[in-house]
């Protein structure tokens, strides 16, 4: 058996900002934030919640899965800024979704938090365990950015995406994902107030090393398709897309070139939403589902990497 992706939503805040908009608040401008990002503009919640953005996306792949949310046993949502420290997004969705049946939970793994969750359904599907979960990205990165630090926010936006994940007959895939908490330092943000009170304000931002995450990126990236391509006997010829998490576009076609991959391949939206850490890849699928670029039984290489470290990459097949 293995999991099949049968539907996607997506949620993007109304609010846009523009490169001109940034350079209004920082030392910036849109041309040296293309160049080096790619990104053009980025949606931000001025009012939506994660829990909002959660819900309409959730919303939407199960409409577009067919499904009720009745059928739904699992419900993952990945998140590095809930609204809430408790209860967790996940619970949040299965009540306004009414997935009564459904086990939920969150997890934290910053960008590589869909990938992640994708993998432990289908693992949860491997296990006998469950039959069809919902898998949830959600991120208001926007209030635990730092709009006084060009470094950092010119990269990020807010929105949320969703896929219904199910278990079909067919070959089941090896996931492959891999930490180093040793470069942790390289990306991080304290949300928790330390005792130290103007020390725990400015903490309360994202901090990053933009050449040392940009580095570790273009080495693991594909070098983790690889793994992941050797450990399922897979060909590189046999993926039909690599869905990546949309951090840069310099990043994603170094990691093309590596590979030897056409750029093609590798779709972006990044231009538009900006880095929106775990939400990135779902928001990416549904614009490539709703645009009828997919087609059923393409294999669809994702993979996410990011804070923590994180790296985790799977092959899951399209399934509509
Ligand atoms: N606008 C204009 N100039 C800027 C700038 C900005 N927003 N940010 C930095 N600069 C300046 C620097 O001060 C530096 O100037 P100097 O040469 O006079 O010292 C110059 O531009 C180059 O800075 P550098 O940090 O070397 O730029 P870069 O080419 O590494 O690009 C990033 C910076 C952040 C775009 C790039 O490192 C990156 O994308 N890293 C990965 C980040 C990422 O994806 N994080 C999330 C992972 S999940």
Known sequence: MSAVICGTGSYAPEYIMDNDRIAELVETND?????????????????ETTTFMAVEAAKGAVENAGISPEEIDLIITATLSSDVILPCTACEVQKEIGAKNAAAFDINAACSGFVIACNMAEAFFAAGQYRTALIVAAESLSRLTDWS?????????????????????????????????????????????????????????????????????????????????QKNAVDQEEIAWYIMHQANSRILEAVAKRLGEPAMKFPMNLQHYG???????????????????????????????????????SILAWGI
Request: glycine letters at 10%; a positive charge; aromatic letters at 8%.
């Open 31 to 47: 041309d040296w934030i293309r160049e080096r990002t790619g990104i053009r503009r980025r949606h931000i919640a001025k009012t």
């Open 149 to 229: 630090d060009r470094n950092t926010c010119i990269l990020f936006g807010d929105g949320a995406g969703a896929a219904v994940l199910k278990n079909a007959p067919g070959k089941h895939f090896l996931s492959v994902t891999h930490s180093d908490g040793e470069k942790g330092w390289t990306l991080t943000c304290k949300s928790r107030p330390a005792a130290d009170a103007e020390k725990s304000l400015r903490e309360h931002f994202i901090d990053m090393n933009g050449q040392e995450i940009f580095k570790f990126a273009v080495r693991k990236v594909p070098e983790l398709v690889k793994e992941v391509l």
């Open 275 to 313: 880095n929106t850490s775990s939400a990135s890849i779902p928001l990416l699928l549904d614009e490539m589902n709703r645009t009828g670029r997919f087609s059923k039984g393409e294999k669809i290489l994702m993979a996410g990497f990011g804070a923590g470290l994180t790296w985790s990459g």
